[in-house]
């Protein structure tokens, strides 16, 4: 049974910082591609950065580049998202989804995920 736990989120005034983990259980996800979501209030779940196998590639949305980085450590079976120079547009819940195989997929597509996280709460003050 595959497992996804996120950790890390919180709340924090505009321009600070935050690190999200993503823990992946049931799985060796080494040849698997990982992605970080988020869905704030209202609005549909959106893209915020996915890594390729390797951690070679990585992908972000417009709106977090530049401030947002995604890595992973395959020996620990986790992926990461170091979030800073936060905004309040920025507060959502976070989810990480797990992308089965190393092959290209449209990253950034939520149906191209096979498994996601019960997501974490993060919220940015002004």
């Known amino acids: 049974q595959v497992q996804l736990v996120e950790s890390g989120g919180g709340l924090v005034q505009a321009g600070g910082s935050l690190r999200l983990s993503c823990v992946v259980s049931?799985?060796?996800?080494?040849?698997?591609?990982m992605g970080w979501f988020r869905q704030a209030p209202g609005k549909e779940r959106e893209f915020v950065a996915a890594?390729?196998?390797?951690?070679?590639?990585?992908y972000y949305a417009d709106s977090v580049k530049g401030r947002f980085t995604i890595s992973r450590d395959n020996a620990e079976n986790t992926v990461y998202l170091q979030m800073n120079s936060l905004k309040p547009e920025d507060t959502a819940v976070y989810f990480c989804a797990l992308h089965m195989g190393s092959a290209a997929y449209y990253y950034a597509r939520r149906s191209e995920y096979d498994y996601w996280g019960q997501g974490t709460q993060v919220t940015v003050s002004s």
């Open positions: 049931g799985r060796t996800f080494s040849s698997d591609a």
């Open positions: 890594i390729n196998w390797s951690g070679g590639n990585t």
